[in-house]
Each structure stands twice: as C-alpha cells, then as structure tokens.
C-alpha cells in the first residue's frame, strides 16, 4: 500500500518543475498591481503568499482546485459515518489525491501509533494550573515536545535543503496524532480533576473517535461526527492569521512543534479564531437577555441596541469571502439533522442560532450597509454547536486549533518540499510611502 511519503514523493517532480517555471521562464511577470490601500489595509486581497494545498479567493475556497462540496462527494468516510474522514481530507491536502480505502486505513493506524507522548509531556501537562487556558496548556506543552523534533535533529545533522521535507512530515505526522491526546490530557485536567478514563486508545477506531473516547465520552457517536465534521472543515483557509503566522515562522525552519505553537498563539485573537468565542458568549448573553425561547422580533432589536452602541455583532462578515461561507452549509446540515432531544442550554443554543442565522444578515445590511459580506461565518455557529454538544467555552478553541495544526502542517511539508525561501516583505514607513506617490 503506497504510504503518504510515497504519494508526496510522487507528486514532488511535477510541482518542483512547475516552481521552477514560474521562478525562472515568468520571474519578471506582473501578478497585480499594488495599491496604497494594499498596504494600509493589511494587505487584505492581495495574492502574494503562495499556497500549496488550496486557494481562496472572495468566492470561496478550492483545495487543490476542488469545492468542499466535491470533496465531500469524493472523499471516503469511515464505517458508520455520514462525515468525510479528517484522515482522508488531510491526505488529500498533502497529495492532491483521494485515498484508495487501503491507504486510508494504514494512513490511519500510522498515526494512531504515532499517537503516544513521551512521558515527559504527560508529567508536565499534568502540572500545569487548570487556570490556565486551554490553548495556552497546548502552546506550552508543544515546546516541551519540540526536543523530539525529526526535523531538527535532521538540521543538526546536515541533511540537504531538498530532503529536509521527510523529516518535516516525520513530525507532521506525529504532531498530527499527539495534538489531539494532548488536548484530551488538557480537557480531563482541567475539567475532570485529571480522573482519565479506563477506555485506552483503540486502534480500530479513527483519530476523532479515539479523542472522543479520552475525553470520556465513549460510545457518543453524535460527538465523534462533530469532531469528524469539525476538523475536516477547518483543516485549512489559505493564509489565514494562523496559518500565515506558522508559514512565516516556518519559512525560517523553525521546527514543526514550535511553528505549531505559533500559529495557535495568533488564533487566540478575538479578530481571528477566537470570533468563535466572542459569538458564543454574544449569543450566551443574547439567551440570558431574552429567555430561551426569543421571538424573531426580539432577536432583530438586542442585534440592531448591539450595533447602535458601537459594537461589533459577532459571527458575520469576513475578511476576505465575500459570498456565504462554503463551510457553512455542512454545520447547518449537521445541526438541521439533529433536533435536540432535551430542552436544556444547549438546545436553547440550538434554536437561537437557527434563528439569529436567518434573522441578523438582514438587520446588519439595514444598519451597516457598507459592511462587504453580511453573510453568517463559519464562526457564528461552529462554537455553539459545540457547546450545545457539552464543551466548556475556553475548550472549543483548542479543537480548532488541532484542526488548523493538521492542515497547517501539510503546507509546512511541501513549502520544505519546494524549497521556498523565508518569507521577507520590505516594511516601509508612511513617510517613505508619501515620499513615493
Ligand atoms: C479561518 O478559517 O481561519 C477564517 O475563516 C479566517 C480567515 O480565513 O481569514
């Protein structure tokens, strides 16, 4: 059975060739013309960062030139489940190709082996004060792994630029697997007085549902779809603020762990990932105002107070797409096809963003027509769903972030693979910038 080294050893000749056109025969061809606005506005919209394993544009995103819809048309599931692999998404992401069911299911027993943390990790995860968030837990444990790094024993051992890529995904992989029980170590500290549960890793299971046995939710079959569904979305969006931060402290081959840590560093922004909080809570406060079950009219005049004040209404618009969020559709498919069955929190949760989805697009284009998008993003219901599902707030993020880390780390791959160079803008001042108009 081919192996993930052997698919991306494949497909490196042909991507090296095409880099290599691009670097010599069009060296020199414009690609678009920089603007002031450009430059003042954080370069939003301007194609400079190149990106292997998809493309975004305002309409959306393609991995590898195909729709989320398609994939999930083509990409296999596990048995029992109605949600694309993670595993599968992710060897599509390093690949450009579907796995056959023989290669999936070794890719996936390879990284359930690669799934044990050194002992060291675990003491010192286990020390860390359940003060402390979640996603810093994760950032500090990442450096106590970072000495295991295969990429950084490689560097120190001189192998050559063009085959620092297979130590790369040496650590990829393994940080791929340990994430996840690193975060499950994290939730039972934290919310379970570090009581682990009897159920062990089962390598006959997938990744998600192995992390949902560790957080000690054996048998939850809705939850392990969330988090099939979950990381199979958020895998990647192109140069996002945390994937452009671990690109960036890649380029300087900084290692996997560490890079890593990073690009999760940069997610806990209320700007970036953590918009999945700020809706949460906004929502959680909109509950608290307005009782568990608001009226339409209601939920139009807490939104249109919230603006009126000056603030920013959580969950909409975004900083690139200019169309509805394409990961959006299989969250509400996922939500639409399960009704809670208890009237509790988190089916009060449910119902308002059923309604707050359909209802605040248009009280936001009343108020604020000049927003770009007023469309929900994949931030405004992600964070509820999962804590309709049971999760504390500040544990949601940390399932992101094993998400993006995944996909991230397929990027790390072939930027080492292509051998691109460490990212180096030239930052100018206002003054040097006046002085050039
Ligand atoms: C993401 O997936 O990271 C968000 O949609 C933010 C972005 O793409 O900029």
């Avoid at 392990?224 to 990647?236: A, F, V």
């Avoid at 797409?321 to 639409?336: C, M, Q, Y």
């Avoid at 397929?410 to 990212?423: F, K, S, T």
Wanted: proline letters at 5%; charged letters at 20%.
């Amino acid at each position: 059975t081919r192996t993930l080294f052997d698919a991306v050893a494949a497909r490196l000749p042909s991507r090296l060739k095409l880099a290599s056109q691009l670097t010599s025969a069009y060296a020199d061809a414009p690609v678009h013309s920089m603007t002031v606005s450009n430059v003042m506005g954080g370069m939003r919209g301007l194609p400079c960062i190149l990106w292997e394993v998809s493309g975004t544009d305002k309409d959306g995103i393609t991995y590898h030139g195909r729709t989320l819809s398609e994939l999930q048309g083509l990409l296999p599931s596990w048995n029992g489940s109605s949600q694309v692999s993670p595993e599968a998404m992710l060897w599509y992401l390093y690949t450009a190709s579907v796995p056959t069911r023989a290669e999936l299911e070794a890719f996936s027993a390879d990284l359930l082996r690669r799934s044990t943390l050194p002992a060291e990790v675990e003491e010192f995860c286990d020390r860390i004060s359940s003060d402390i968030s979640s996603i810093a837990q994760m950032i500090m444990c990442l450096s106590v792994l970072a000495p295991s790094s295969k990429f950084t024993a490689a560097l120190a051992q001189g192998v050559p630029k063009m085959q620092l890529w297979r130590y790369a995904l040496e650590d990829a992989l393994d940080s791929t697997a340990r994430v996840p029980m690193i975060a499950a170590r994290i939730y039972i500290n934290k919310y379970r007085e570090g009581k682990h549960p009897d159920a062990l890793l089962d390598p006959r299971v997938d990744l998600a549902e192995n992390f949902t046995r560790l957080i000690g939710r054996v048998g939850d079959a809705d939850f392990t779809e969330l988090i099939r569904l979950y990381w199979g979305l958020h895998m990647d969006h192109g140069a996002n603020v945390s994937a452009h931060t671990m690109r960036l402290s890649g380029s300087a081959w900084s290692d996997p762990y560490l890079t890593l840590a990073s690009g999760l560093i940069s997610g806990t922004g209320i700007l970036h990932a953590g918009a999945i909080i700020q809706a949460l809570r906004y929502n959680q406060g909109m509950l608290s105002a307005l009782g568990t079950e608001p009226s339409d009219e209601a939920i139009e005049e807490y939104v249109t107070k919230t603006i009126a004040n000056g603030c920013v209404v959580p969950g909409y618009g975004h900083a690139l797409l200019r169309t509805a969020d394409p990961r959006l559709e299989p969250i509400v498919h996922f939500l639409n096809c399960r009704p809670p069955q208890e009237d509790n929190e988190g089916a009060a949760m449910l119902r308002l963003i059923r309604l707050t989805t359909a209802i605040v697009p248009d009280v936001l284009r009343k108020h604020i027509p000049r927003m770009k998008s007023h469309a929900p993003n994949v931030d405004s219901l992600s964070g509820c769903l999962m804590y309709a599902q049971g999760l504390d707030v500040d544990f949601i993020l940390l399932v992101m972030a094993c998400s993006r880390g995944m996909g991230f780390m397929a990027q790390y791959v072939w930027d080492r693979a292509l051998g691109l160079p460490i990212e180096r803008p030239l930052s100018i001042t206002m003054d040097q910038l006046m002085a050039q108009l």
